[in-house]
């Protein structure tokens, strides 16, 4: 049977409704997206991958494919197993798009192909995880969080896979927190990209998913998840990376955004500065650049905080030149996170 890329649509449970490409297959249309390299997504059935396929990828659940006949997918609720369906296939469709049209990067190895994404895994799972090939959500618990399938969520897990592929930053220490930084940041950044009015770009992380808190993470100001720090200070090698992540995340709010208080997709943004300074920002577009160049061209497995100040002022210089302001920015906004 000739397959045929088809626009279908679908209410999500996050970004109201939106178009996502699809392919025709017996029984109507399936989640397969030939418009970016055959990316698909899946129903774990609340399966959860035994020790034997997490460690040798052997007896892993075998996960089912969603059909629909007429290619109007989810009703915006839980109550249709397709909804988080659809905003997984979304995110991996606005995350692929954002590093296309910003990075010229052909999905997360640069190879053109799309990834799969697993949806209703296990049971009140409260997490999402990038395996090393594959994206996975839990439906959450319900009370801290509903379905972990938001853009941003998306997007951080998928930017693991582009972190790995790269700088493959080590997971723990210093280089910890800037993996995790590099996934909040371009996640972030695939949320602003997408521009959807249901959720729109804000330097919160899980806004839309939590439900007992506002957000997992803040990138105006990290210490408002009362774990993560705002600046950096010797030891900070030595907490969890997802609090490590704190002083660059804020490093990328204060140099997008500058410093002082404001509103941002509907939430309030309050960030002050580690040193006192006051800074101008110069966006998103060009902190996107200098970081992806950053990752691509100069960190390492064992880079540091240090040494991700110079490989940021390295891409700015490369970017916009040694003497520009964009430079100047860079400088400014890593010492004002205590970076020196
Ligand atoms: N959701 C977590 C993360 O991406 C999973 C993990 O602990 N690696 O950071
Ligand atoms: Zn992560
Ligand atoms: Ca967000």
């Known amino acids: 049977q000739h397959i045929h890329t088809v626009g279908g649509d679908g209410q999500s449970l996050y970004s109201g409704t939106v178009a996502i490409d699809t ?55 839980t109550a249709s197993r397709q909804s988080a369906a ?9 995350t692929f798009d954002y590093f296309k049209v910003n990075y010229d990067r052909n999905g997360i190895f640069n190879d053109g192909k799309g990834v799969q994404s697993r949806v209703h895994y296990g049971t009140n799972y409260v997490n999402a995880f990038w395996d090393g090939t594959k994206m996975t959500y839990g439906d959450g618990d319900g009370v801290v969080a509903g379905p972990l399938v938001s853009i941003d969520v998306a997007g951080h897990e998928m930017s693991h896979g582009v972190t790995t592929a790269t700088a493959n930053l080590t997971y723990s220490g210093e280089s910890g927190g800037l993996n995790e930084a590099t996934s909040d940041i371009f996640g972030t950044f ?57 002083p660059a995340n804020h490093f990328v709010y204060l140099l997008s955004e500058g410093s002082g208080a404001k509103t941002i997709g509907g939430l309030p943004h309050d960030s002050s500065t580690c040193n006192g300074t006051t800074l101008n920002g110069i966006g998103r577009d060009k902190v996107g650049k200098i970081w992806y160049r950053a990752l691509t061209t100069y960190m390492t497995t064992s880079t540091n905080y240090a040494q991700a100040r110079t490989a940021t002022l390295n891409a700015a210089t490369d970017i916009y030149g040694a003497s520009s302001p964009e430079r100047a920015a860079v400088a400014a906004a890593w010492s004002a996170v205590s970076v020196n």
């Open 23 to 77: 392919t025709t297959a017996t029984g109507g249309y399936t989640l397969t997206d030939p418009a970016r390299g055959n990316g698909w997504t899946t129903d774990a059935n609340n399966k959860t991958d035994s020790i034997w396929c997490q460690i040798f990828g052997i007896g892993c659940p075998v996960a089912s494919r969603f059909t629909d006949a007429d290619n109007h997918w989810g009703t915006g609720t």
């Open 86 to 94: 659809v905003d997984a296939h979304y995110g991996a469709a606005k």
């Open 190 to 246: 695939v949320e602003f990209s997408a521009n959807n009015t249901s959720d729109p770009g804000d330097y919160y992380i899980g806004e839309e998913i939590m439900k007992d808190r506002p957000a997992l993470r803040y990138m105006d100001k990290p210490s408002k998840d009362g774990n993560s720090k705002d600046c950096w200070y010797s030891g900070i090698g030595n907490i969890d990376v997802h609090y490590s992540s704190g």
